[in-house]
Structures are given as C-alpha cells and as structure tokens.
C-alpha cells in the first residue's frame, strides 16, 4: 500500500530557500552601507513579525540609505514620505478628492498604500500629523469619511528621527512608540567603517543611485509568506514565555521607571525573538534569543523618572539590569 504523500519536505525546502534569500539581504544592502549588521537583522526580523521600526541616529548615519538599500533589495513596492512641519494627515493616508466630471468624490490613496512606506523624519512633524500613521501601523488600513480601506500585505513603516534633542523635533507619543515592533539606534561609524565609507565616495559611489552600486532585489513576497509561516512553527517552551513575561513585569516594578513595557512589548520581544531564532537556524528559541532582542523591543516602551534621567540613567541600561536580575531558565 502506497503512503500518503505530505508537503513537509517541500514546505521546509521553500523555508530554507526563504532563510538564504533573507540572508543575501545583507550582502545587498552591504552594498551601499558599511557597517550596520545589527539594524539590517532588525528590519528583516521585523519583516518576519509584520512589525514596523524605528530607526533613531545623529543626521548623517545613513538611517534613509539603510531603508532605501532594503527596499532595492526587496520586490516590494515602496514609497517615501518626507515629514515636515507643514505636513498634514491627509498628505500620508489620502484624501477626498472632488471629480469636476462625474461631480462625485473619489478617494486618492496617499503614499501609506504601499508595502514598504519610508517616514523620513517622522519626529520632525507635529503630533497630529504623527498619529495619522496609528491605524495604519495597528489595524493595517485606512479610515477616511468612516470608510475603511485595506493597506497592502506585506506592510512596513521604517521610521527614521533624530535624537529628541535636536532642534525642530516633536517626541513622539507613547502610543505611536508602543506601535512600533523594535527601535534601533544607528550608532558612528568606527573609524575603519568611516575610511571604507569615504573611500566608496571617492571611488564614484552615488547614494542616490543604488542600481550603479550593484543593488539588485534578492527576495520578495513569496519569500516573506514562506518564512513567515517557518517562523510560526518554530517551538517556544512554557519556560521562554514565562522568561519573557517576567523581563517585562520586572521593568514595571523598576524605581528608574515611571511607566514600564505592556504586555504589547512582551508580545513583541517573544514574536522578534522567534523570528531571530529561525534566522539563526533553529526550530526553538533559546533565553539568549530573548536575550538578544530586549533592548531594541523594549527600550521605547520604558519612560524614565526624571531624576534618574537627570543621573545619567538611560532606558538601555534599566533593561540590562533587569535582564541581570530575572532568573534565565535552564
């Protein structure tokens, strides 16, 4: 009697086909930025999570580069949107547009109807213009005159902004934070990263050419769906889960701290340490997965006491002392 025949083998063949695609990811954007592994890892197990990033770094760290390199390297359709001051809600999500011709209004989608939607700048514009992006990010559509519009999937906000402290910036709000999967800061160049960076100038490197730099896509939706669904299977013990909640009810009972991660975080640092764990090879996450992803999923959840800001405590060392106090299981 013949077996029954199964899809496992091709289901785990287009998992491993999708991890290696995901890993040329980074000899791609290695094209056009230097240095810069831990935020391109980011942005992929962000893809992996249908989560949404932020990119936070002094102007001039190629933070824009970094996501217009991922977008080349990925079929997926993709689009900018430069946040200024004067920027309104509607100039993002659409607007009703009156037809002169049929004497009806239609809907013209903004630039948020895209896969892969570049906010440049997202703190340099009021809070109004900021929480036009809070539907989209959570509920993956649009309302406009109270009707609902789907957004396309795949869908991704890469957010860039400078430190708070920079002149014409507006912090954003705590629920547009909480929205965002991962927030990776984009450190300077070491000095060796700095030399290779001008030397590629002086060799004739054009950062707004990124076809000339030999960019070229390497995965695309198929990818993504077939990764997505590995992810899914990958095996997450009763110990990890109970590893990451206590990293989180730990941060709320911080003294540093006037507000600590929600349980939005902690499901945040399990999905982005799942995803992490499947790029590494596994079918199970590990405590140093977790480990591994809780400053960038958990440092823009936390808000400081002001006094402790004023001693020089920042949100990344609050999370490390938690992460030395919790007890990692065996």
């Given amino acids: 009697m013949m077996a029954p025949t199964t899809d496992s083998a091709g289901n785990s063949e287009d998992a491993a086909a999708a991890r290696a695609s995901l890993e040329t990811l980074r000899t791609e954007i290695a094209k056009a930025v230097v240095g ?38 990925l079929e997926l359709d993709t689009k900018r949107v430069q946040f200024t001051p004067d920027l309104m809600p509607s100039d993002v999500t659409g607007s009703l547009v009156y037809d002169t011709r049929t004497a009806e209004f239609s809907f013209q989608p903004g630039p948020v109807f895209t896969n892969l939607l570049l906010a440049d700048e997202i703190n340099r514009t009021p809070p109004k213009t900021q929480s036009s992006l809070l539907e989209a990010m959570e509920e993956r559509q649009v309302t406009v005159d109270g ?118 975080g902690a499901t945040a640092l399990l999905a982005a340490a799942r995803a992490w764990a499947w790029l590494t090879g596994r079918d199970y996450v590990t405590p140093d997965d977790v480990k591994a992803l809780a400053l960038p999923a958990l440092r823009h959840r936390v808000q400081l006491r002001p006094e402790a800001e004023m001693e020089g405590v920042t949100a990344d060392s609050v999370i490390n002392s938690v992460l030395a106090q919790v007890p990692v299981p065996r």
């Fill in 36 to 73: 810069q592994d831990p935020a391109v890892t980011g942005l992929v197990v962000a893809l992996l999570c249908r989560g949404h990033v932020l990119l936070e770094g002094v102007p001039g760290v190629a933070k824009t580069l970094l996501v217009r390199a991922l977008a080349s390297a």
């Fill in 147 to 264: 009707t609902p519009r789907p957004l396309p999937e795949p869908f991704l906000v890469a957010a860039t902004q400078n430190p708070v402290e920079y002149e014409g910036t507006y912090p954003l709000p705590e629920a547009q934070l909480d929205r965002f999967l991962l927030k990776l800061t984009i450190p300077l160049p070491s000095r060796e990263d700095e030399i290779d960076v001008l030397t590629r100038h002086a060799s004739g490197f054009d950062p707004r050419d990124l076809y000339a730099a030999g960019v070229r896509p390497v995965a695309g939706p198929a990818d993504l769906e077939a990764a997505r669904a590995a992810v899914a299977e990958t095996t997450v013990s009763a110990e990890i889960t109970a590893y990451v909640v206590d990293i989180c009810r730990a941060t709320r009972q911080s003294p540093s701290l006037t507000l600590g991660v929600s349980p939005r």
